[in-house]
């Protein structure tokens, strides 16, 4: 059973950092890709950055780009989310996600061809 599971969310201010971690457990780590989708209430859920199974790819949200970081350590079978610059419209949840297909094929950057998904963190970013 694959599990992912979030956590280092939390309430900041404005021009904080904050980073996310995802541990996955129950498939081959390095032959998932990863990426992190984020639903403000009220609001769909939207996609933040997504990586590629090596880590030598990444994908960005034009929202988040050179704010946000997406990093894996295929060691420690966990992704990472560097948060930096919060601002209050990045106040959300924060799923991670995973799919076997490589972002070569697909549209990392498309919730819906995630197969795996975490519970999700709260971030919260306050003026």
């Known amino acids: 059973q694959v599990k992912l599971v979030e956590s280092g969310g939390g309430l900041v201010q404005a021009g904080d950092s904050l980073r996310l971690s995802c541990a996955v457990t129950?498939?081959?780590?390095?032959?998932?890709?990863l990426a992190w989708f984020r639903q403000a209430p009220g609001k769909e859920r939207e996609f933040v950055a997504a990586i590629s199974w090596s880590g030598g790819t990444t994908y960005y949200a034009d929202s988040v780009k050179g704010r946000f970081t997406i990093s894996r350590d295929n060691a420690k079978n966990t992704v990472y989310l560097q948060m930096n610059s919060l601002k209050p419209d990045d106040t959300a949840i924060y799923y991670c996600?995973?799919?076997?297909?490589?972002?070569?094929?697909?549209?990392?950057?498309?919730?819906?061809?995630?197969?795996?998904w975490g519970q999700g963190t709260q971030v919260t970013v306050s003026t």
């Open positions: 996600a995973g799919t076997s297909a490589s972002c070569r094929y697909i549209d990392c950057r498309r919730s819906e061809l995630h197969d795996y």
């Open positions: 129950g498939r081959t780590f390095s032959s998932t890709s």
